[in-house]
């Protein structure tokens, strides 16, 4: 962190003497840019401070009357032998020694003059002829051109050290420790995080470094997590294939069809876990194709009902469905949907003991559909339900697999729904039993 922290500061350092050097630049050009011009103009590019006293004199009494006391009060004035002009270039006040020019008179502007013009309100009101400039002179005058702007660029470079300094305090430090926490991210240390300080946006910066932070490492977890539960998934009918078969090769079984058939039957559940992992990864990466065409859903259902009917009657189960008032037709893939049907019916049977019961429920719910699969089992209990539609996660591992299921079924079916647009949730009845509801956008 430290490191981050020097290197930001050595880039503001160099930005900031950078700056330094630029305003030095461009009060020394100014300043040569002055001198050269009185040096070669009897004109200047721009007034002395004193002008507007003048200018100020004259707009508040309409005329140059009375203006002697005010001039001769003028401290910059004092060492310069001047000469005040009217519009009309007539003398209103000469205070230079050497010329004859009397008050009243015209003044002709020779070319050693430093003429200055006076304006009020857009219009000429005279000109302020310096008549003599000596080299000490020219450089005083310049200099008191000069000396405001060169105070208000030094002013401008400790503002900008000051600002420098907050910089580092409200925002090096912060960025610091996001560029730090970045690279341990990037290290492999997920559990990095970092503490909200600064300003709005840096505090609004770290908050969503800490959820990025936070979701890789969730998503490291789940992956790691998947393989290790692939892993655990495959091992079992390899095992039981692997055993099957060596024990034919030695002779401890017979080459019969009832071992060739116990391996088959390990064959299928393998491949119904990688059809199911298939099948996820395309919907959770959206890559499965949909065909939506208007479907009646309750008719789905229905059928879904009869395909299941058999398997409930075998386990003492009652299986119905009630449907409310209103046409269920939306626009929906049918077969994606009678799938996501079918596994929380299936899902139902194989968690629901014998003699229980099972039903299903379609209504319309403001804009919505709403779709229940109800059952009066045992339910799951509430610290679990946030994982019942995660890949793998099972209330009894080796129930779901010697009844044949992957564990994927529910996620499956998240999947599915959430791809058409709808939303899937589970909670537990309070008589009992666990009630999945979807709700699909009419």
């Known amino acids: 962190m430290y490191s981050s922290v020097r290197e930001i500061r050595n880039r503001l350092l160099s930005l900031l003497v950078r700056a330094f050097v630029f305003v030095l630049f461009i009060s020394l050009f100014f300043f040569l840019f002055i001198m050269i011009y009185f040096f070669a103009s009897q004109n200047s590019p721009v007034s002395p401070p004193f002008t507007s006293t003048l200018q100020g004199y004259y707009m508040g009494r309409g005329s140059w009357d009375g203006i002697a006391p005010v001039f001769d009060s003028i401290d910059e004035l004092n060492s310069l032998s001047a000469v005040l002009l009217d519009q009309d270039q007539h003398v209103v006040l000469d205070r230079d020694p050497g010329s004859v020019s009397k008050v009243g008179s015209i003044y002709k502007i020779r070319p050693k003059d430093l003429a200055l013009t006076l304006e009020a309100n857009g219009e000429r009101i005279g000109w302020l002829v310096i008549t003599s400039l000596s080299l000490t002179t020219r450089i005083n005058f310049a200099r008191a051109i000069i000396l405001p702007v060169g105070g ?79 892993a655990h998934e495959l091992r079992t009918p390899l ?42 990864t395309l919907a959770e990466t959206r890559q499965l194709h949909f065909e939506k065409r208007p479907v009646d859903l309750a008719q789905l259902i229905d059928h879904s ?46 968690y629901t003991p014998e003699g229980s019961k099972i039903w299903l429920t379609l209504e319309w719910a403001s804009d919505s559909v709403c779709l229940s699969v109800n059952d009066n089992g045992a339910g799951v209990p509430n610290e679990d339900l946030p994982f019942l539609f995660d890949r793998f996660w099972r209330k009894e591992k080796s129930r779901t697999r010697s009844s044949g299921g992957t564990g994927l079924g529910l996620a499956i079916t998240k999947q599915l729904v959430e791809a058409q647009g709808g939303t899937i949730e589970a909670r537990n009845l309070p008589e009992g039993g666990l009630q999945i509801k979807i709700l699909l956008k009419g």
Do not use: C
Request: proline share 1%; net charge negative.
């Open 152 to 230: 208000i660029s030094f002013l401008l470079a400790f503002f900008l050290i000051v600002v420098a300094a907050l910089l580092v305090r409200r925002f090096v430090n912060p960025l610091a420790d996001v560029i730090y926490a970045a690279r341990e991210v990037t290290n492999g240390k997920l559990t990095t995080r970092i503490s909200s300080e600064g300003p709005q946006d840096m505090r609004s910066l770290s908050e969503s470094f800490n959820e990025m932070a936070s979701s890789l490492e969730r998503n490291d977890r789940e992956r790691r997590d998947m393989l290790a539960d692939i």
């Open 239 to 280: 095992s039981v294939i692997r055993g099957r078969l060596e024990g034919i090769v030695d002779g401890i079984y017979t080459a019969d069809g009832g071992q060739v058939s116990l391996a088959l039957e390990q064959t299928y559940l393998l491949e119904r876990l990688v059809d199911d992992l298939r099948l996820l």
């Open 305 to 350: 009902i009869e395909m299941f009917s058999a398997e409930a009657r075998e386990k003492n189960i009652s299986l119905s469905f009630e449907q409310g008032n209103g046409d269920f037709t939306m626009e929906l893939d049918a077969q994606r949907t009678e799938q996501v049907i079918g596994n929380l019916i299936g899902n139902a049977l194989r």
